[in-house]
C-alpha cells in the first residue's frame, strides 16, 4: 500500500491507497514544533483503530508546502516504515507541461491537483483548491499547465479582520441567510462568502475569455462544497483529488511498484 501525505500550512491530511482504492484517511493540526516522535504516535494510533498494521505500508509520496516539515516527514517515515518517501516537485515525472515562468516556484499541492484534475479529466481544466489559500489553475486540453491565481482564504480573510481590527470578532466561516448582514457576524459572514463567489466566477469567467476555453471547473480542498450553491459553474467537486494526485504520482513516477 501506499501512504500520500498532503503537508498544508494548516492541516496535514494523510491516506493510505491500496492500488486505487483509497483505505484510510485522517487530518490533523499543522504544528511545526511537533516532532516526529510525535507525529508518529498521532499516526499510529489511526492505523491501529482502523484495523491496519504498520508493515502494510511499502511506500510513501508526500506534497509540502511547510519547508520545515519536510525533514520532520521524512524522519517519521524512515522511522515508521524504513522506506525513504518521494517528494512532488515540478522536477518528478509528470503527465502535464508548464508555461511557467519558473515551475519550482509552483507549490507542490499546485502541481499535484492539476496534475490529478488532468489525468482524470484530460480537457481544459480550472481546479480551485479552498485551503488556507484558495488557489485556482489553468491546464489546456494538451496538458500544459499556463498558471494560476492565489488569494487568501476564508480563514485567513477573516482572521485578519478580527486580528487587525479593535471590534470584529472571530466568525463561523457558512454561508450567509442573505446578502445583507442584520448584525456584525453575519455581516462578516456574508462580506467572506460573497466576495469568494463573486471573485471566483470573475476569474473563471476571465480565464476562459483570454484561453477562449469552456473549461470543465474542479473543485476540492475542505470549503469546496461550501460554494456549491452560488458557485454553480463548478462540474465537479472532488474532496480527495490531493490524496487521489499523490497516488497518481507515486504510480508514475515508480512503474515498478
Do not use: C
Amino acid at each position: 500500500m501506499v501512504l500520500v501525505v498532503d503537508i498544508g500550512n494548516t492541516n496535514i491530511v494523510i491516506g493510505v491507497f491500496n492500488a486505487d482504492e483509497l483505505k484510510l484517511k485522517f487530518r490533523m493540526a499543522t504544528d511545526r514544533l511537533r516532532t516526529p516522535e510525535e507525529y508518529g504516535f498521532f499516526i499510529k494510533s489511526q492505523f491501529s483503530e482502523a484495523g491496519l498494521t504498520a508493515d502494510s505500508v511499502k511506500h510513501a509520496i508526500v506534497s509540502s508546502v511547510v519547508p520545515q516539515l519536510d525533514f520532520t516527514f521524512k524522519t517519521l517515515i524512515r522511522n515508521l516504515w524504513r522506506i525513504d518517501p518521494l517528494f512532488v516537485s515540478h522536477s518528478m515525472k509528470l503527465n502535464i507541461r508548464f508555461d511557467y515562468d519558473s515551475p519550482s516556484e509552483i507549490g507542490a499541492d499546485r502541481i499535484v491537483n492539476a496534475a490529478a484534475a488532468y489525468h482524470l479529466w484530460p480537457t481544459d481544466l480550472v481546479v480551485l483548491d479552498f485551503g488556507t489559500a484558495t488557489t485556482v489553475e489553468f491546464v489546456d486540453r494538451g496538458g500544459v499547465y499556463k498558471g494560476g491565481v492565489i488569494l487568501p482564504g476564508f480563514n485567513l480573510m477573516k482572521d485578519s479582520l478580527h486580528l487587525r481590527t479593535a471590534k470584529l470578532p472571530d466568525v463561523e466561516v457558512k454561508k450567509p441567510e442573505a446578502i445583507l448582514g442584520r448584525n456584525t457576524i453575519q455581516s462578516i459572514q456574508s462580506g467572506l462568502y460573497y466576495v469568494s463567489v463573486g471573485g471566483l466566477r470573475y476569474i473563471i469567467d476571465r480565464v476562459r475569455s483570454e484561453y477562449a476555453a469552456q473549461a470543465k471547473i474542479v473543485a476540492t480542498g475542505g470549503l469546496s462544497a461550501l460554494l456549491r450553491d452560488d458557485l454553480s459553474l463548478v462540474d465537479q467537486i472532488e474532496p480527495d483529488l490531493t490524496l487521489t494526485g499523490l497516488n497518481f504520482l507515486f504510480h508514475l513516477n515508480n512503474v515498478q511498484s
